[in-house]
């Protein structure tokens, strides 16, 4: 027991350091982390119980010449099946953006502490630990003098170590969360040396706090709802809620929608009061193809006026369930967060 609030207090302690950080980049952010959470909380490692492994890829405005693209993988599971109590995964991200790039590698742990004897509720304390790789690529730069020597074409990059920590809790019919990543943010500044003696700077990415709750209500026996609320706080640009709402049919397709927007909670000095507050919303569908093969589509589209100017955007990720349990602990509580 003393060891269990050992870990709570030192995990939430450092969430509460962290909100101190003040740089301004956003995470990346997909709109189908409501099916897979282990990229913004390492606590929901193991979650699933079984070995699952998940891949998505995000294309961002979709006309916009060097928009957005990342790709993620993730595998997590338990180290424990009995126990079920340690969970160990990891994930990697691949993000470009014009001529930038970044790439991060975490390995993810959780701490599960069960509940009730249907082991139907567990709080979760998770902690990742890894690295974010920051690159340049001079060759797709266009220049006013391509001659000047101070320009290099060729791609840069640096690597800075980072760590993630969060918690999560569950039962069969409610979860919440919190976590915050880039936790080593006020040292992980995104320079990168061009011939030793220029400095050019990648986008910086900041320290980022995620709430997140939600529930499920069973309509019928083929009808379940699944409302989730998640906000997104980098202490020093806008705030960001997710409203989202999803219909689970015959257990076998989710479909739904999702609504983003930015929020002010408090006035901050780095964010002008009269910046008007964009929003999104998103379509997405996941399909249980077999027992162990889930394929998930979104497409979002911008509810301002740059909804002119870019195609939108869309994102495919396909799940894969290794040793699914049918036992009837788990045909009693399945996972629907």
Not at 68 to 96: C, F, Q, R, Y
Not at 271 to 296: N, P, Q, Y
Request: glycine letters at 8%; a neutral charge; one cysteine or more.
């Amino acid at each position: 027991m003393k060891l269990r609030i050992f870990i709570v207090y030192t995990l939430f302690s450092l969430m509460l350091l962290t909100s101190t950080v003040v740089y301004s980049q956003q995470n990346v952010q997909f709109s189908q982390y409501v099916f897979n959470s282990l990229t913004i909380n390492p606590a929901y490692t193991g979650y699933k119980e079984d070995i699952y492994l998940n891949a998505v890829y995000r294309k961002q405005y979709v006309s916009f010449p060097g928009s957005p693209s990342t790709a993620a993988i993730s595998m997590d599971g338990l180290l424990n099946k009995e126990k079920k109590s340690i969970g160990i995964g990891g994930h990697l991200t691949v993000d470009k953006l014009g001529p930038q790039e970044t790439v991060s590698l975490f390995g993810t742990y959780s701490y599960r502490i069960r509940f009730d004897e249907d082991d139907t509720k567990r709080l979760c304390l998770g902690l990742a630990a890894g690295f974010n790789q920051y690159s340049l690529d001079g060759s797709a730069l266009q220049y006013v003098d391509a001659n000047d020597p101070s320009i290099n074409s060729a791609k840069q990059s640096v690597i800075k170590p980072d760590a993630q920590v969060g918690a999560f809790y569950y039962t069969s019919k409610f979860y919440t969360g919190l976590s915050v990543l880039n936790l080593f943010a006020l040292y992980n500044n995104g320079s990168v040396y061009l011939n030793n003696t220029n400095v050019s700077t990648t986008e910086n990415i900041t320290s980022h706090l995620y709430f997140t709750i939600g529930g499920l209500v069973a309509i019928s026996d083929n009808v379940k709802l699944k409302p989730s609320i998640m906000l997104k706080e980098d202490f020093h640009g806008p705030s960001s809620l997710d409203l989202n709402l999803l219909a689970l049919l015959s257990e076998k397709l989710w479909v739904g929608a999702s609504y983003r927007s930015a929020v002010t909670l408090w006035q901050k000095k780095s964010v002008a009061s009269e910046l008007s507050k964009s929003g999104a919303a998103s379509l997405m569908a996941e399909l249980f193809a077999t027992d162990k093969l889930r394929i998930g589509y979104s497409y979002d589209f911008i509810t301002s006026g740059l909804s002119n100017y870019q195609g939108g955007s869309h994102e495919i990720s396909v799940g894969l369930l290794f040793n699914k349990n049918v036992d009837a602990e788990r045909i009693k509580s399945p996972r629907y967060f």
